[in-house]
């Protein structure tokens, strides 16, 4: 199993910045990829970013340029550095992982993202 532990998040006025960390645990290997989807109330979950073992990522039309994905191989984790946030970014922030073979993602508990106008 894969553990996930998120930190960051929280209340900040548009324009601000805010920066998301997941730190995973445990059968990391092998690696696939990670990042983040998001949910607000009303909406369905979307991929916010990824990245994946080749260093590809993916981003979300509305977050290009905005949000950068990184990961630090050592340790495990994957940051989501959020740069000029706006309150269509609120939302609960999700971290996943996932491994090669067929299994589902592993899933982080959500933190929360506001913004306020």
């Known amino acids: 199993q894969v553990q996930l532990v998120e930190s960051g998040g929280g209340l900040v006025e548009a324009g601000g910045s805010l920066r998301l960390s997941c730190t995973a645990s445990?059968?990391?290997?092998?690696?696939?990829?990670t990042g983040w989807y998001r949910q607000a109330p009303g909406h369905e979950r979307e991929l916010v970013a990824e990245i994946f073992n080749s260093h590809r990522t993916n981003y979300l039309d509305s977050v290009q340029g905005r949000f950068t994905i990184s990961r630090v191989v050592a340790t495990n984790t994957v940051n989501l550095q959020m740069n000029n946030l706006k309150p269509e970014d609120s939302a609960m922030y999700y971290c996943?992982?996932?491994?090669?073979?067929?299994?589902?993602?592993?899933w982080g508990r959500g933190t929360q993202v506001t913004v306020s106008s």
């Open positions: 445990g059968g990391i290997f092998p690696f696939k990829s």
């Open positions: 996943y992982y996932q491994r090669y073979g067929p299994e589902d993602p592993h």
